[in-house]
């Protein structure tokens, strides 16, 4: 139901889509109490979407760091952070910007924007540029989509 991932099997969480929660999860016999107090909290929400075939996972922040880094919530300032990897092969990470309450809180809100299809994939992308007014446009990984569905 819910997994503790670690980097050395990784892999063996193939099955999509899968939310992952990132967090200073430590399950050593000191740190053991606070880690399984999250995971607890995790557990909750993810018995929620259970009959949506979602699985869950936590997994060590620093562990995962370049994952996190890959989808822009290297610095995100929370405690907490939320990736879903989709069917599509897309990555969903949870908008620090919106979603900075209580884990549990963020969690709920973020997971119904996903079921709805709310959530917008990460796309890697430059800045959008200022002024891109003119005849000849500045595509970005951003605004990509945008573009060429308004020219097609």
């Known amino acids: 139901m819910l997994a503790f991932r670690l980097d050395n099997v990784a892999t063996r969480y193939s099955k999509f889509p899968l939310v992952v929660v990132y967090y200073n999860a430590d ?15 995790v557990l909750n929400i993810a018995q929620k979407y259970q009959k949506d075939k979602y699985r869950f996972a936590v997994c060590d922040e620093e562990e995962f760091a370049d994952e996190l880094q890959s989808v822009g919530l290297a610095d995100s300032g929370l405690e907490h952070n939320v990736v879903v990897f989709g069917y599509d092969g897309k990555k969903y990470p949870m908008d620090p910007n919106e979603f900075d309450d209580e884990l549990e809180e963020n969690l709920q809100g973020f997971m119904k924007k996903i079921s709805a299809g709310k959530a917008k994939a990460y796309v890697k992308s430059a800045p959008l540029p200022r002024d891109d007014k003119g005849p000849v446009r500045t595509l970005v990984g951003s605004n990509f989509d945008k573009v060429c569905r308004k020219i097609l």
């Not at 399950?27 to 909290?41: A, H, I, P, T, V």
């Open 27 to 41: 399950f050593s016999l000191q740190y053991r109490d606070g880690s399984e107090y999250w995971r607890q909290k």
